[in-house]
């Protein structure tokens, strides 16, 4: 392999009893990846497809007995600051012990646990943990969760394995923090209040994470306020009404879902339901919204190419009618 040529990949002790068919081989070394050049993929050709671009390092134990016609091997891993990429995701600083019951095929001894530094799809999640299992049926994730706005995501799969093309997960949304979350995506003048939390089916599709409409609501009710300068630029009466109603927004109700590509453009659909106690004596309004854009650019930048005033011009026809015998403050 002119790639790695030159490279130590192990020390081995190995020993053959003829007379009994019986063998050993012992094994261990210290691996740097280099991505293009020292990889998982390139020494174990079953991970080709799954594991690509690695940096960072890996120590390894491995053993092999051969007895009796059969071959059984298994093997310990200790990785440092690994990075890779693998079904729709860049992960970086993945950190932790690996043990393998078998290494052809590579399966491993029950549950493992990770502890990984980033990962990016779509959506940038820091200082999360990652419970796998690799059987019979392939790769499986058990339990990855992040922190993530004073809450947790949690991506289990939902399929019988992960390959590079294909898989099928849930991500579960718990007690997310909206006052936390905004400040994430910084929308000059937002603000909100409350929790939220709900289920996203994913699905990988060609190498590209594909969510599937889930559903995500408040657990309570809560306060959303809206006085950014784009609402001195109103167009319409019903718009104004609308942006004032946002002002000091008192939702009962507070729903949506997503869905699209979360490494390009998605649809957000959400529908409240409350009253902006100074607007009309409280008078009840229903709002739906429909928002499209890249949630990656969203959580980076704070900007996706819409903002809450559009958003209520595009689909303010006909939602709102205020009381026939109130005159508009």
Do not use: C
């Amino acid at each position: 392999m002119p790639s790695i040529a030159g490279a130590r990949l192990a020390n081995v002790k190995a020993s053959y009893d003829v007379p009994a068919g019986r063998g050993q081989v012992r094994a261990n070394g210290d691996l740097a990846f280099t991505p293009g050049k020292l990889e998982l993929q390139t020494l174990l050709p079953s991970f080709k497809g799954m594991i690509a671009r690695m940096s960072g390092s890996l120590s390894y134990s491995a053993n092999a007995d051969l007895k009796d016609g059969s071959l059984a091997s298994s093997g310990v891993a200790k990785l440092n600051n690994l990075g890779f990429t693998a079904s729709a995701a860049t992960v970086e600083g993945v950190n932790g012990t690996v043990s393998l019951s078998s290494l052809l095929p590579p399966r491993t001894k029950g549950v493992q646990t990770l502890k990984v530094g980033m990962l990016q799809a779509g959506v940038p999640l820091e200082n999360g943990t990652v419970a796998f299992e690799m059987g019979r049926a392939g790769l499986r994730i058990v339990d990855a969760n992040w922190p993530f706005a004073e809450g947790r995501l949690v991506l289990v799969s939902s399929s019988a394995s992960v390959t590079a093309g294909n898989a099928e997960f849930l991500l579960s949304v718990n007690d997310v923090d909206l006052s936390a979350l905004i400040d994430m995506v910084e929308v000059p003048g937002l603000k909100a209040t409350g929790r939220i939390s709900g289920q996203v089916p994913i699905a990988i599709r060609n190498g590209d994470p594909i969510l599937l409409d889930g559903n995500i609501s408040a657990k309570d009710n809560g306060v959303i306020v809206y006085r950014g300068d784009a609402t001195e630029a109103v167009a319409t009466e019903q718009t104004k009404l609308l942006t004032d109603a946002l002002r000091n927004f008192h939702y009962t109700e507070l729903a949506g879902g997503l869905s699209g590509n979360a490494n390009g453009e998605l649809v957000l659909r959400l529908s409240l339901k409350g009253a902006n106690p100074d607007l009309y004596d409280g008078y009840p309004f229903a709002i739906n919204v429909k928002l499209e854009g890249s949630l990656a650019d969203l959580l980076r930048r704070g900007t996706v190419g819409f903002r809450p005033l559009e958003l209520i011009k595009e689909q303010s026809k006909g939602a709102v009618k205020p009381p026939a015998n109130k005159t508009e403050p």
